[in-house]
């Protein structure tokens, strides 16, 4: 057998390191020379999780505490791994409204949507801007946790557009934000295409039995490839020459990013074992679909073909693809957005209700709290349907869940709105959940905790600590939650 750390070596002393190869398990799919990696992945739903004036009991939040918890409408699609994951509840990000109007640490301006993403995603107060001010947990454990895996970080999202067209997302459809060679903080665009993610990932991948001339093919398209981003590459640093300090900064942070791509491009294909195989094609991504129509008073309408790009699908594919990425080692960080921060997604394909996801919690159809449920509903599937392919994928003498870390947040809560001075509010950071799912470092998930008063930032912290991260803080929040390793 092959020791894990096993490196290619080369003229100069370049050094290649491998990915999970079969020599270097045994019969048993059990890792020989070391233990299987670490995972952690961040799931965000665009919602909040009570509809405006409704002072009923939560749907999401269960009445019973610690271990056999019941389900309420909201969280009823993970009854089949509900033993997999924990609910912690009560979560609060503070507003600036507690704190005499100044935005106290790890906490958001008293106007609602985008300030939370900030302190949710990275721990640090929300600016006057629309994006993070702070480093975001996905490419903060990245930075250790990435090893030689040809992609860094996974970051994909479902909602394929913004579906609004009096407006633009700012900086709704971010949630990964990451340190650059510059020491400057910038945005990383998810990828919307599951098509594309899917040739990024696997277009290289040659199984086993493929025939010589589609081998060559692939091979030459692969080179191809590299070529035209060293050509690229070439022209842009003959640029950079002639530009001005601050251009240079830009350059460099563009020549970085190409970089980057052109070693994922250049990577060797992950051998396929009795785990680690290629995915289904997805084929084609389903088209985009077009803003949400108005009827003669200006009010949005909602109609199948409107404000809906077929996120069904893209939902699952984005979940096959994250998990077969972890299986075979390509990548051990991921971020799947599967809503954008305030978010107009069409739900009628998705629930039968003819408004957007965002009007759920404004009462674009009847039922309050209830209506919004079936939404969340929605998210929770696909986060059972991830949760459920780790489960089932046998690793060591356990399976995926064992090494794995991962969280579900949610854009708001319930509770009362400062910037709009109202109870009850889906304005709201109040009363927020997260879930937190998989056993790696010790986490015992399937129980309720009530951590009331903590910040959401907590729970990451936790479920960064158990995948390795050696820190107690997460930008200006500090502190994990160890009552979810007991």
């Not at 490196?7 to 990915?19: E, N, Y």
């Not at 409704?54 to 993970?78: E, M």
């Not at 398209?221 to 003959?238: E, F, I, M, T, W």
């Not at 396929?272 to 679909?289: E, F, Y």
Request: aromatic content about 6%.
């Amino acid at each position: 057998m092959m020791n894990r750390r096993s490196v290619l070596k080369g003229l100069g002393g370049l050094t290649l390191g491998l990915p999970l190869l079969e020599i270097m398990l045994d019969g048993k799919n059990a890792y020989a020379q070391a233990a299987p990696p670490m995972r952690y992945l961040v799931f965000f739903n665009g919602q909040s999780q009570g509809a405006d004036g409704d002072s009923s009991p939560s749907l999401v939040v269960p009445a019973t505490i610690g271990a056999n918890y019941d389900l309420k409408a909201a969280l009823a699609p993970l009854a089949g791994v509900k033993n997999d994951i924990s609910v912690i509840s009560g979560l609060k990000i503070p507003a600036a409204f507690d704190n005499g109007g100044t935005v106290p640490a790890g906490g958001r301006r008293d106007d609602f949507h985008v300030s939370s993403l900030s302190p949710l995603l990275s721990g640090v107060r929300s600016n006057a801007g629309s994006s993070s001010a702070g480093e975001t947990s996905d490419q903060t454990v990245a930075n250790f946790l990435a090893g030689t895996t040809a992609f860094k970080s996974l970051i994909y999202r479902v909602q394929a557009d913004w579906y609004l067209s009096v407006s633009a997302p700012y900086g709704r459809d971010m949630i990964s934000y990451k340190v650059d060679s510059t020491n400057k903080l910038v945005a990383i665009p998810p990828q919307t295409s599951p098509r594309q993610a899917f040739a990024a990932l696997f277009g290289n991948f040659t199984a086993p039995g493929t025939d010589a001339a589609t081998a060559k093919q692939l091979d030459f398209d692969n080179r191809s490839r590299r070529s035209v981003l060293d050509l690229v590459k070439g022209d842009a640093q003959k640029l950079t020459n002639r530009l001005g300090a601050a251009d240079k900064l830009r350059m460099q942070r563009h020549l970085d990013e190409l970089r980057q791509l052109e070693l994922r491009v250049a990577a060797i294909p992950p051998v396929q074992t009795s785990v680690c195989v290629k995915p289904q094609d997805p084929g084609a991504d389903p088209g985009v679909g077009s803003p949400q129509g108005t009827n003669a008073s200006g009010d949005n309408t909602y109609t199948q073909n409107l404000g809906y790009s077929g996120e069904e699908q893209r939902a699952k594919v984005f979940c096959d693809l994250i998990h077969m990425a972890m299986v075979c080692d390509l990548s051990r960080v991921a971020s799947l957005q599967m809503t954008m921060f305030q978010s107009h997604l069409n739900m009628y394909e998705l629930t039968g209700q003819k408004t957007d996801c965002h009007e759920l919690g404004h009462g674009g159809v009847p039922g309050g709290s209830a209506s919004q449920a079936k939404g969340i509903a929605w998210h929770m599937k696909h986060f059972a349907y991830l949760v459920q392919k780790f489960k089932d994928t046998p690793e060591g003498n356990g399976n995926m869940l064992d090494t794995s870390a991962i969280t579900s947040l949610w854009e708001g809560g319930h509770g009362f709105d400062p910037g709009g001075n109202a109870q009850n509010s889906t304005h709201s950071t109040e009363n927020m959940t997260v879930l937190l799912a998989g056993r790696a470092g010790g986490l015992k998930p399937g129980k309720h905790l009530v951590a009331a008063g903590k910040h959401p930032a907590n729970v990451l912290i936790t479920a960064m600590k158990a995948v390795g991260y050696t820190k107690n803080t997460l930008g200006e929040v500090t502190g994990d939650l160890p009552e979810l390793k007991t």
